[in-house]
């Protein structure tokens, strides 16, 4: 039986708002900006991450990473086999992100696939040798848009928000990755709220050197800290998935402009007959419409629309959601 999933209280749904919008904020900057004490903060946030109902974590930008390829699968199953070909994609440690969509038959999942030997294994060897598995389609992100990255549940405001997000200004070039980099973001992917002296003892380095590092990776986006929680725990009941068709001319501003919507939580401009993959969060179904119908409708390059609800979450940020299945 599936655990029933308690929403939280409104001071803890603003912590984790301020986790979500800054993953590595400090508990007295947490408490500054809420209007807490620091140790409300400590002693509402502490059991929050132990019992995994928090986890910090961090993505890469396939951007930096050139034999990185992301892909976007929507995969067809028989309805009886998809919890298993579902939990199958998420023990995949290149698997980002699996949802089972509304229909009961289809799989959308996020891979960030360690070059083209990977892709053709999984698409030419391993899909095909699955018996449940009817049909698919492959969409490369060709452009993630990392404004959605922001996304804090619409619970904080906007001048919360900015206090909790210092100015970092980016460097003057585009960053080189150092040895020490992977390192750090393999620590980072595991504990994003990681001290620096325990990622300066993962990758043998220096405290400072670690700070300094990590703040080069975030500024340069070639890193994106993260906090993942289920969305229900802050009273969001409806997810779904909008496939759009975007007039080549206007796909960099419509990506743009919807990426800084407090209702998207991802977008990314992709392959395929549709070019704009958008992950939308609304509190109810009828939030939900009102987006499609003044936000999405008020865009005038957007020609075609799918919308696919999300049945559930089953891997978020590389997070594994207990009892998803």
Not at 250 to 266: A, D, I, K, M
């Amino acid at each position: 039986m599936e655990k029933v999933r308690h929403q939280l209280s409104e001071t803890d749904s603003r912590i984790a708002a301020a986790m979500l919008a800054a993953p590595r904020a400090s508990w007295r900057t947490v408490g500054r900006v809420l209007g807490i004490s620091e140790r409300t903060v400590v002693r509402r946030a502490a059991p929050l991450f132990g019992d995994g109902t928090l986890r910090a974590t961090a993505v890469r930008n396939p951007v930096h990473f050139p034999d990185l390829i992301p892909l976007a699968l929507r995969i067809r199953c028989k309805p009886n086999r998809i919890s298993a070909i579902a939990a199958t994609l998420a023990r995949r440690p290149d698997c980002i992100w699996v949802d089972v969509l509304g229909g009961g038959d289809e799989i959308c999942t996020i891979l960030f696939l360690d070059g083209p030997d990977a892709r053709d294994n999984l698409l030419l060897r391993d899909l095909p040798a699955t018996p449940a598995v009817q049909s698919w389609t492959s969409h490369v992100l060709l452009r993630v848009f990392p404004a959605a990255f922001d996304w804090s549940g619409g619970l904080l405001t906007q001048a919360e928000l900015a206090a909790l997000r210092p100015d970092m200004p980016a460097p003057p070039d585009r960053p080189t990755l150092q040895p020490v980099d992977h390192q750090l973001i393999t620590a980072l992917i595991e504990d994003g709220r990681a001290s620096y002296t325990d990622l300066a003892h993962r990758a043998d380095t220096t405290p400072l050197t670690a700070r300094r590092r990590l703040e080069a990776l975030v500024a340069g986006q070639v890193l994106r800290l993260a906090t993942e929680v289920d969305l229900a725990r802050l009273g969001i009941r409806t997810e779904a998935l909008l496939w759009l068709t975007v007039a080549p001319g206007g796909l960099e501003e419509t990506g743009r402009q919807l990426s800084r919507h407090p209702q998207v939580r991802f977008a990314s401009a992709v392959t395929g007959s549709a070019n704009l993959l958008v992950a939308v969060a609304a509190a109810d179904l009828n939030a939900l419409y009102g987006f499609l119908s003044e936000t999405i409708g008020a865009l005038e390059r957007v020609t075609t629309l799918e919308v696919t609800p999300i049945l559930t979450g089953v891997k978020r940020t590389g997070l594994v959601r207990a009892g998803s299945l």
